[in-house]
């Protein structure tokens, strides 16, 4: 492989873990192209959490020190009865999640983080970024990849040793990935999230002003569905993400859904709820899609980050959080063995895998206790009540303290 090659980095998707990625190769060296589908960088979704394993990256990335003007500390993080809007439990952020955590826990709007890894990806030299660029075919070979991308009518070709498959649940690099399985998809789980982001002097906010805490990320929790509320844009507006269960929507990211199932959730939750989820919409509903993790991640020279190869429920609230992580260790691996890049992806893998694994889990935990109901919520609750702050804290220690371990192989 010619010394050029070996330094050239492919990446399908400038989302955040296309960016993340481009950011981590390019700090440790490499040249890197990034090809992005859509013809402009618009974040999907509407508010996103960023848990202290995530924002540690995102510092040594310089990234950090950009988002933090739009961005929001939450206090803590306080889980309600949506019927009777009792507090069951508080786990300390703040100041505490950086003292204990040593990193931030922020809360924001997606369009804020997508911005501020435009904007350190635009000053270093090693990285180009082209829109509108969908990346079709690529061919693999002792010396690494070629992939071919169509801009404007135009086929264009990018030389490297890696491709980095960064381009979502509908990544179209997971099928070149698995080709022995032909295409492998994404599936439904079954799950909807119903999404709407409020202005907080309007009537919706001052009405989760009155229920919530408008400086904590706060849960109702329901037997029916769940419903996360947040302030994002400095405190300006508040995100609300609700969580039923419903029916397939749409081949992509949002769809028109029935009001009335988000309506039909809400029997028996308090009235000034149903009355903030009135107030809210219309609400947007965005099927939840889920990737099977255990297909491959790597295959050759490509590789899979991020919901390309591990989409999951957002119950943990880490999606985000796995995607940079995911780059960054993957660029770290690579850095290291140079000379292996075929068996650094393996064992890359096979280190992610567990990590990913156990945060998946911790997501399907979060949604039985969440939606819990007779027996099983009142053992919730009680637990709860037993169970310090201090506690519930530590139970996260192994999530929020997690940090890149330096691999050496023998």
């Excluded at 890197?32 to 013809?39: I, P």
């Excluded at 786990?91 to 999640?97: N, R």
């Excluded at 922020?106 to 804020?112: E, F, Q, S, T």
């Excluded at 169509?150 to 890696?162: S, T």
Aim: net charge positive; hydrophobic share 50%; with cysteine.
């Amino acid at each position: 492989m010619n010394d050029t090659r070996s330094r050239q980095i492919v990446i399908a998707g400038a989302g955040v873990a296309g960016l993340t990625a481009a950011l981590a190769f390019a700090e440790r060296g490499y040249s890197v192209r990034v090809f992005e589908q859509a013809q402009r960088l618009e974040a999907a979704g509407a508010g996103i959490q960023l848990s202290p394993n995530a924002t540690r990256i995102l510092r040594q990335l310089g990234v950090l020190d950009r988002l933090l003007p739009a961005a929001v500390r939450p206090e803590a993080v306080v889980l309600k009865d949506a019927a009777t809007l009792r507090e069951l439990a508080r786990v300390p952020l703040g100041q505490a999640a950086e003292t204990r955590w040593q990193a931030p826990y922020l809360v924001a709007h997606r369009a804020d983080l997508q911005s501020a890894l435009t904007a350190r990806a635009a000053e270093i030299p090693d990285i180009h970024l082209t829109t509108g660029a969908r990346i079709g075919d690529v061919d693999t070979g002792p010396h690494g990849i070629t992939a071919t991308a169509e801009i404007g009518g135009k086929i264009v070709e990018a030389e490297g040793f890696l491709l980095v498959g960064a381009d979502g649940v509908w990544s179209s690099v997971r099928a070149l990935v698995d080709s022995a399985k032909g295409s492998p998809r994404n599936h439904f789980s079954g799950e909807l999230a119903w999404r709407a982001t409020v202005a907080a002097g309007s009537a919706a906010g001052r009405s989760f002003a009155a229920i919530g805490a408008r400086d904590c990320v706060t849960t109702f929790l329901h037997p029916g569905f769940h419903m996360v509320a947040y302030p994002v844009s400095k405190g300006a507006a508040f995100n609300l993400a609700a969580f039923t269960r419903g029916d397939r929507i749409a081949e992509g990211w949002s769809g028109n859904a029935d009001a009335g199932i988000l309506s039909s959730a809400l029997r028996g939750t308090a009235a000034e709820l149903a009355r903030l989820v009135e107030q809210a919409g219309p609400w947007t509903a965005w099927p939840i899609h889920t990737v099977d993790s255990k297909q491959p991640w790597t295959t050759g020279n490509m590789a899979l980050i991020g919901d390309a190869a591990h989409a999951m429920t957002p119950f943990a609230a880490q999606g985000a959080a796995m995607a940079i992580e995911d780059a960054v260790t993957l660029a770290d691996i690579i850095a290291d063995f140079p000379a292996e890049p075929l068996a650094a992806l393996a064992v890359w893998e096979q280190s992610r895998r567990p990590r990913v694994a156990q945060v998946a889990r911790r997501g399907a935990v979060n949604r039985l206790a969440w939606h819990a109901s007779g027996p099983v919520a009142i053992a919730r609750n009680v637990f709860l009540k037993v169970r310090s702050s201090e506690k519930l804290a530590a139970d996260l220690d192994w999530l929020y303290g997690w940090q890149a371990q330096k691999i050496i192989r023998r």
